[in-house]
């Protein structure tokens, strides 16, 4: 392994701190950017980047807000193209599941000529916790425009680990890895789950999406909120309905089960109203 830093672009989200830390405590040194880190990355402004993928050996790369919006495969191919030019081993994509955009996203990467491995996935337990679902939990309500159609949730730490195995076995280069938890929930089943795990009621209503942007819109950009709507309307349609295997295919073990996540959530009191 080089001693040269990995790149952990949107190294304060979800995935990309739980990234750093692994590396970390297996002693390999990261280089975690955003727009405040001592080595700025902005994805809205492209003079940011080469700084950041000069003198790294590898990186993990989460787009934001989402690869499936305008102009998010034009932004890989450029990052794979610095990653190229600056010898990067490889290049670990965290992709958007059943997303067209995505996957424009994913070819582009692909044909930048760097090595590469794409990890796609779709909602994940963490937004009941650590996302814009959380205020919901403590309501005891998470109301949204998603009906009854089931989703195989995954667990961020499944994703970490899937990415920090790609990043330090060149075994996982040239893989696309689909990973899901290893059953699929309605968002009512899920929410079901969570006030089971915290002893109190939390109940899930449908809304309308008109509806659903108008509670939104006091709290977040435009933009975010038409993305969200989008998200909705295309992905949860049924097309991610089915479990895939890509945690188990990465690490040899089944991918963790929500009502875990529930459990080991309700323990450290976040959840406490």
């Not at 190294?11 to 692994?22: D, F, M, N, W």
């Not at 794409?118 to 998603?146: H, T």
């Not at 188990?248 to 459990?263: K, M, N, T, V």
Request: proline share 7%; net charge negative.
């Amino acid at each position: 392994m080089s001693e040269l830093p990995i790149l952990i672009v949107g190294g304060a989200g979800k995935t990309g701190a739980r990234v750093s830390a692994l590396l970390r405590a297996s002693s390999i040194p990261t280089r975690p950017v955003s727009r405040s880190t001592p080595v700025p990355f902005d994805w809205t402004r492209p003079e940011t980047w080469p700084a950041a993928f000069a003198g790294v050996s590898m990186a993990y790369v989460t787009y934001q807000p989402d690869l499936a919006v305008e102009g998010a495969s034009d932004a890989i191919a450029e990052v794979g193209r610095l990653a190229r030019e600056n010898g990067l081993a490889r290049v670990v994509l965290l992709s958007g599941r059943g997303e067209p955009g995505a996957q424009r996203a994913e070819a582009a990467l692909q044909q930048s000529g760097v090595p590469w491995t794409i990890v796609r996935a779709s909602w994940f337990d963490q937004n009941f916790s650590e996302g814009y679902l959380l205020d919901g939990v403590l309501a005891g309500e998470i109301a949204l425009p998603a009906g009854a159609v089931p989703e195989p949730f995954i667990d961020a730490d499944d994703i970490a680990e899937v990415a920090v195995a790609a990043l330090t076995d060149q075994r996982h280069v040239g893989k696309v890895y689909e990973v899901t938890g290893p059953r699929a929930l309605t968002f009512a089943q899920a929410v079901a789950e969570i006030a089971a795990a915290v002893g109190r009621p939390v109940r899930y209503r449908q809304i309308a999406p008109e509806q659903f942007a108008a509670g939104m819109r006091p709290h977040a950009p435009t933009e975010v909120v038409e993305l969200l709507l989008e998200l909705f309307a295309v992905v949860l349609d049924g097309r991610n309905s089915d479990v895939a295997h890509g945690v188990e295919q990465a690490l040899g073990r089944p991918a963790r089960d929500f009502s875990d996540y529930a459990r080991r959530t309700a323990a450290t009191g976040v959840w406490r109203a």
